[in-house]
């Protein structure tokens, strides 16, 4: 199963891969997080880390919580996450970054099988997790690391 968001910034993309790649700053950007804890770090970048964000609806939020092996990729402008705990454990995301006119288009993959419960997993995933609790958090954190590149590049 796969889900993509995409959103256009007027920032230009090595500030916008700086910010997407700056994932302990995002709980400081993004009102949706709660924390971003680096267990280990990579030499080149990335390493071990724990995130937790709200998932807001209408009358209450839902936090989430995932730990991914995270990975830089500087050169193609891409951040990707391999989910090792959590719900989604096993699920691929990738950031792609890629320059468009005077701006930036950022794509936000997520592709995963579902989750490893007994005959649910796969309906829960398609039906519930995907398209409300990832697509929710995804949109957010889009248009926030949208924002604050834009900020920055003010």
Known sequence: MRIVDEI???????????????????PHILAHYRWVRMHERAPAGGGIVEMSAWRPFPAFRWPTWWTSEMRLEPSRREVHYRHIKG????????????A???GTHIKLVHEWDGASW?????????????????????????????????????
């Open 8 to 26: 256009i910034t007027s920032a230009p993309p090595d500030l916008v891969y700086q910010v997407a790649a700056d994932v302990e700053r995002w």
């Open 87 to 98: 719900v989604t454990t096993g699920m691929n995301v990738v950031w792609q970054i890629r």
């Open 100 to 102: 468009v006119g005077k």
């Open 118 to 154: 007994p005959i649910i997993g796969r309906p829960a995933a398609k039906i519930v997790i995907l398209p409300i609790f990832v697509h929710g958090i995804a949109v957010l954190t889009l248009a926030g690391v949208s924002r604050e590149a834009e900020r920055l590049n003010a």
